[in-house]
């Protein structure tokens, strides 16, 4: 089946440093990825779109400029969380679509820890 | 707007016993509907889909669930659980060309041996 490697699972980093984290396609070509969050105990909320080749596109109440997004070949797309605070500490998920299908895979999520 | 709305938070059965776990959505045209599992600091696994068709649907480990338009529902359901299955359980649809998902906010299964 369709694969999603994301790294690292779990990092923690001090208060004003910047985190990247990494989003592979390990099989097909992605031209799009999604970047997801999940705060505790809560669902999933759609942080942006991630377009090869393109900008992405941010979801409403989403600060591009400190979570920069770069999809720079067909199958990576980075999240950079910059000048990151405690309250950016949360669960981030990315995940592909088949384009035949429209059904999404998903990463094994990454863990920030921001203290 | 759409929007997926999974009315339980938490569910607890004993082993063996039957589950539902409700879904219900709101959408302008015909859903994509999917429910998804997520085991406690993992990611998502798709359990099973529906784009069209046949309204019940068959998914892996036994889930199983059945598209009723009337009632804008996608109940999930397994004829008997086992322990293995207490997890995080999440319905959502595709919305936006079919690119985004909205996801409901999820029902935490606890199984009793």
């Known amino acids: 089946g369709a694969v999603v490697s994301q790294h690292p699972s779990w990092v923690i980093c001090k208060s004003g440093t910047s985190v990247k984290i990494e989003c592979r396609s390990l099989?097909?070509?992605?031209?799009?990825m999604f970047w997801y969050r999940q705060f505790p105990k809560q669902s999933l909320m759609l942080m942006a779109t991630?377009?090869?080749?393109?900008?992405?596109?941010?979801e409403q109440g989403v600060e591009k400029d400190k979570f920069l997004i770069n999809h720079a070949s067909l199958t990576l797309s980075t999240l950079t969380v910059t000048s990151a605070h405690p309250e950016d500490s949360s669960f981030y998920i990315c995940s592909k679509k088949n384009n035949r299908h429209a059904e999404a895979f998903f990463g094994q999520g990454t863990r920030l820890t921001v203290v | 707007a759409q929007s997926v709305t999974q009315p339980d938070i938490h569910i607890t059965v004993s082993e063996g016993a039957s589950l539902e776990l409700r879904c219900n959505y709101s959408?302008?045209?015909?859903?994509?509907l999917f429910w998804y599992v997520q085991s406690p600091g993992q990611g998502l696994q798709l359990l099973l889909k529906?784009?069209?068709?046949?309204?019940l649907v068959q998914g892996i480990k036994g889930f199983e669930a059945e598209f009723k338009r009337s009632q804008s529902s996608f109940n999930l359901r397994k004829p008997s659980v086992h322990w293995s299955d207490a997890a995080e359980y999440f319905c959502a649809v595709g919305s936006g060309g079919y690119n985004k998902l909205i996801f409901g906010a999820g029902t935490r299964l606890a199984v009793h041996p």
């Open positions: 991630s377009n090869e080749g393109s900008k992405a596109t941010y």
């Open positions: 959408y302008g045209a015909t859903p994509y």
């Open positions: 099989d097909f070509q992605a031209t799009t």
């Open positions: 529906y784009f069209s068709g046949d309204t």
